[in-house]
T-cell receptor, first 115, second 114 residues
Framework: KAGVTQTPRYLIKTRGQQVTLSCSPI?????VSWYQQTPGQGLQFLFE???????NKGNFPGRFSGRQFSNSRSEMNVSTLELGDSALYLC??????????????FGPGTRLLVL | SQQGEEDPQALSIQEGENATMNCSYK?????LQWYRQNSGRGLVHLIL?????REKHSGRLRVTLDTSKKSSSLLITASRAADTASYFC??????????????FGQGTTLQVKP
């Protein structure tokens, strides 16, 4: 079974631009979560999707948004990029409806550098 | 905000030695998971322990959970150079069974010298 796929793997943008990151979960998995990892703040939860619905959102500004498609693939978008958005963005694939005791399988991440 | 604090922040040992890292958290949980990350890459799931379990084993890994102290430990026995990585604990939040949100600790960086 193929793992979690994230594209692109590396990205360089300039301040003010916007970016879209993609995540394809493991086949048959229906939930996707996104996390941001920075040296200063560590791993922080961004949002979570199930059946095309956002179930939970972390404490990030409205510039961060996401969506999930009917095939469970998910995208996240960051508009008006700031230097502080430079980070590793990780996507997690969850077999069913995320909840108690569900193992989350992470992708390799997209490393975003904002100049 | 971080739920967990991990201790130590960095650990350096010789190959063949055991490595122990600890995680403390603040709120009640349903389960706790440990992940490994190599050089800023993706997270690899190691083990999940539920709040009603006290100890769990997987190969060379042993995880304990003490809910009264809100702490967990990960023991890697007979370490290998390939175990060099950062290790993170992650918890959910008890009472939030309808979300998969994980709260991560800051991680322990383990270096295993050949």
């Amino acid at each position: 079974k193929a793992g979690v796929t994230q594209t692109p793997r590396y990205l360089i943008k300039t301040r003010g631009q916007q970016v879209t990151l993609s995540c394809s979960p493991i086949s048959g998995h229906r939930s996707v979560s996104w996390y941001q990892q920075t040296p200063g703040q560590g791993l922080q939860f961004l949002f979570e999707y199930f059946s095309e619905t956002q179930r939970n959102k972390g404490n990030f500004p409205g510039r961060f948004s996401g969506r999930q498609f009917s095939n469970s693939r998910s995208e996240m978008n960051v508009s008006t990029l700031e230097l502080g958005d430079s980070a590793l963005y990780l996507c997690a694939s969850i077999p069913g409806l995320a909840g108690v005791g569900e193992t989350q399988y992470f992708g390799p991440g997209t490393r975003l550098l904002v100049l | 905000s971080q739920q967990g604090e991990e201790d130590p922040q960095a650990l350096s040992i010789q190959e063949g030695e055991n490595a122990t890292m600890n995680c403390s958290y603040k709120t009640s949980i349903n389960n706790l998971q440990w992940y490994r990350q190599n050089s800023g890459r993706g997270l690899v799931h190691l083990i999940l322990i539920r709040s009603n379990e006290r100890e769990k084993h997987s190969g060379r890994l042993r995880v304990t959970l003490d809910t009264s102290k809100k702490s967990s430990s990960l023991l890697i026995t007979a370490s290998r150079a390939a175990d060099t990585a950062s290790y993170f604990c992650a918890t959910d939040v008890s009472g939030s069974s309808n979300t998969g949100k994980l709260i991560f600790g800051q991680g322990t960086t383990l270096q295993v010298k050949p």
